[in-house]
């Protein structure tokens, strides 16, 4: 079997994701810092700035992000996989 990963730069740092993996647990499994909590999209803390590359929300993001911060291309981490090689940036409070 042939596993197709995804390359993710979370701020320097770099790993692969599974395909159909999100890029929150691609991060945990490969000892990545990147901060979370619920694990399911409601509590923002996974919040990064996807600067180049495409996902797949797993969820609408409507309901946790506002319209300006998904126009600088904020996602949630837990619910994201990514669907080609992608970088990601840690957001500020």
């Known amino acids: 079997r042939i596993s197709v ?4 730069n979370f701020s320097g740092d770099t790993f692969d994701v599974e ?3 999100t890029i929150l647990d691609g991060a945990l499994e490969n000892g990545i810092d990147i901060p979370f909590s ?14 180049s590359g495409k996902i797949r929300p797993l969820v609408d993001f409507d309901y946790v992000l506002d319209p300006d911060e998904q126009a600088q291309g904020v996602i949630l981490a837990c619910q994201s ?12 409070d």
């Open 5 to 8: 990963t995804n390359l993710v």
């Open 19 to 21: 395909k159909g993996q």
């Open 38 to 51: 619920c694990q399911v999209g409601s509590c923002r803390t996974c919040r990064c700035k996807l600067t």
């Open 81 to 92: 996989t990514p669907m080609s090689d992608i970088c990601i940036e840690a957001v500020e």
